[in-house]
Structures are given as structure tokens and as C-alpha cells.
């Protein structure tokens, strides 16, 4: 079956940086889109950085572009989220998610993505 699992969170100051992982198994990688979503409390999840692993398109939210990057390692089928800049406000506990390409309309929309991960937690504080 699908299964996604996070690495790489923790605290970091704000103005610091920090790689996420997002390892993957059980699906037809090239068919699939994956993103990285986080939730802060009390705040809906959103997307942040959606890849299409069969061609490598990205799709990136206002708020972190310029400052995250997505980028996939296919032969270790594991999606990377590096985060620069970091801001107080991008603390949040972050998901990485998986979509069937057939199954997009949009690239990033939580709702269209059918398997998660348990998330990981970023805290950025000083």
C-alpha cells in the first residue's frame, strides 16, 4: 500500500534553514504528484511546494516561494522540502501527501490528495 513518511523537522532560529524528507513505497511513482502541506494550529492545512514526479513540474504557494524549494531524487523515490528563510510563521507541523496525476485538477489542493504521512513538526523560534 502507499505509504509516505517525514523526516527532518525540529527548531531552528528564525533566518535558519532545514531539509525535509518524504520517503516513499508501495505506488507507480511516475503516476503520482507529491506536495508538502502543513498545519499551524488552529489554522486550515495548505499546500506549499506540489511536485509532478513524472516531469518534474512544481507548483509553489506565495507565501514560501523564493524561500522553499521541492525537488524529488527518483532513484531513492523521495521527495525533499528545503526551507530557507525561516520565518516564526511557517512553524506548523508539515505532511507530505500523495496524489494519482489522474486524479488532479488543481496541483496543490489538499483535498485532491489521497495519502498522507504522520507529519513532522517545524518549530522556528529564537
Known amino acids: 500500500q502507499v505509504q509516505l513518511e517525514e523526516s527532518g523537522g525540529g527548531l531552528v532560529q528564525p533566518g535558519g534553514s532545514l531539509r525535509l524528507s518524504c520517503a516513499t513505497s508501495?505506488?507507480?511513482?511516475?503516476?503520482?504528484?507529491i506536495g508538502w502541506f502543513r498545519q499551524a494550529p488552529g489554522n486550515e492545512r495548505e499546500g506549499t511546494s506540489c511536485?509532478?514526479?513524472?516531469?518534474?513540474?512544481?507548483n509553489v504557494s506565495d507565501s514560501v516561494k523564493g524561500r522553499f524549494t521541492i525537488d524529488r531524487d527518483i532513484a531513492e523515490r523521495t521527495v525533499y522540502l528545503q526551507m530557507n528563510s525561516l520565518k516564526p510563521e511557517d512553524s506548523a507541523i508539515y505532511y507530505c501527501a500523495a496524489a494519482r496525476l489522474s486524479d488532479l485538477q488543481g496541483m496543490c489542493a489538499v483535498a485532491e490528495y489521497a495519502y498522507w504521512g504522520q507529519g513532522t513538526q517545524v518549530i522556528v523560534s529564537s
Open positions: 511536485i509532478n514526479i513524472w516531469d518534474g513540474r512544481v
Open positions: 508501495g505506488f507507480i511513482w511516475d503516476f503520482y504528484a
